[in-house]
C-alpha cells in the first residue's frame, strides 16, 4: 500500500485557517486522496477527497499538488470542535489486495485553541 | 438516518474467552468492514465484507473471524482471547465505492 507522511501535531488558534500537510511520494494514478478525522471516543468521520483537482466542501478544502505528492487538507475557520486525529489515506480503486480496506496512518492530532 | 450501530459498547472479557461482535451498517449499504484499533498500531484493518463474502483480510490470526448475513448486518468473533486484543473495534458500512461511515465502536478489554 503507498504510504503518507503527515506531522505529528498541529496547532491553531479558533476562526483561524489550518492548513494540514500530506506527503505521498509513492502514489499512483489510481490511489484516490482521502482525508478522515477522529474526534475523541467517536469512529473516524469522512471529511473530502479528491483524484487529480481541488475539491471543496461544507467541511474543508482538499488541495493537491500538480504532480500529486503531496495535497493540503484546509479547514477555513477552525472550531473547537474541529480537534481532532486527522488522517490522509491513499485509497486504491484498481481493486486487488487493497480492495475494501483503508489503511491508516498515525495521523496529525491538531489542537484548537480558544 | 440512523448511522452504523455497534454493540455492545463496552466489553469485559477474560483470557482465553471468545466474544462477538455486532453491526448494523446504515439502511443500503452492502459493505461492512471492521477495524481495530490500539494506541501503540492504531487503526488496523480486519476484513471487509459484501454479500455476505469476504472480499478482504488484514493480518490478523485466525481467532479473528467474521460473518455478513443477507439483511448486511455484520458479526465479528475472537476466539481463546489474549489480552493484547483489548482494543476499540470499529465496523464502517459504505453503499458500492463510496465513502465509509463509521459506527462509534465496542471497546473490548481482556481481563
Known amino acids: 500500500d503507498a504510504k503518507t507522511t503527515q506531522p505529528n501535531s498541529m496547532e491553531s488558534n479558533e476562526e483561524e485557517p489550518v492548513h494540514l500537510p500530506c506527503n505521498h511520494s509513492t502514489i499512483s494514478g489510481t490511489d484516490y486522496i482521502h482525508w478522515y478525522r477522529q474526534l475523541p471516543s467517536q469512529g473516524p468521520e469522512y471529511v473530502i477527497h479528491?483524484?487529480?483537482s481541488n475539491v471543496n466542501n461544507r467541511m474543508a478544502s482538499l488541495a493537491i499538488a500538480e504532480d500529486r505528492k503531496s495535497s493540503t487538507l484546509i479547514l477555513h475557520r477552525a472550531t473547537l470542535r474541529d480537534a481532532a486525529v486527522y488522517y490522509c489515506i491513499l485509497r486504491d480503486t484498481a481493486g486487488g489486495t487493497s480492495y475494501g480496506k483503508l489503511t491508516f496512518g498515525q495521523g496529525t492530532i491538531l489542537t484548537v485553541h480558544p | 438516518k440512523a448511522g452504523v450501530t455497534q454493540t455492545p459498547r463496552y466489553l469485559i472479557k477474560t483470557r482465553g474467552q471468545q466474544v462477538t461482535l455486532s453491526c448494523s451498517p446504515i439502511s443500503g449499504h452492502r459493505s461492512v468492514s471492521w477495524y481495530q484499533q490500539t494506541p501503540g498500531q492504531g487503526l488496523q484493518f480486519l476484513f471487509e465484507y459484501f454479500s455476505e463474502t469476504q472480499r478482504n483480510k488484514g493480518n490478523f490470526p485466525g481467532r479473528f473471524s467474521g460473518r455478513q448475513f443477507s439483511n448486511s448486518r455484520s458479526e465479528m468473533n475472537v476466539s481463546t482471547l489474549e489480552l493484547g486484543d483489548s482494543a476499540l473495534y470499529l465496523c464502517?458500512?459504505?453503499?458500492?465505492?463510496?465513502?465509509?461511515?463509521f459506527g462509534s465502536g465496542t471497546r473490548l478489554t481482556v481481563v
Open positions: 464502517a458500512s459504505r453503499r458500492g465505492q463510496g465513502d465509509y461511515t
Open positions: 479528491g483524484l487529480t
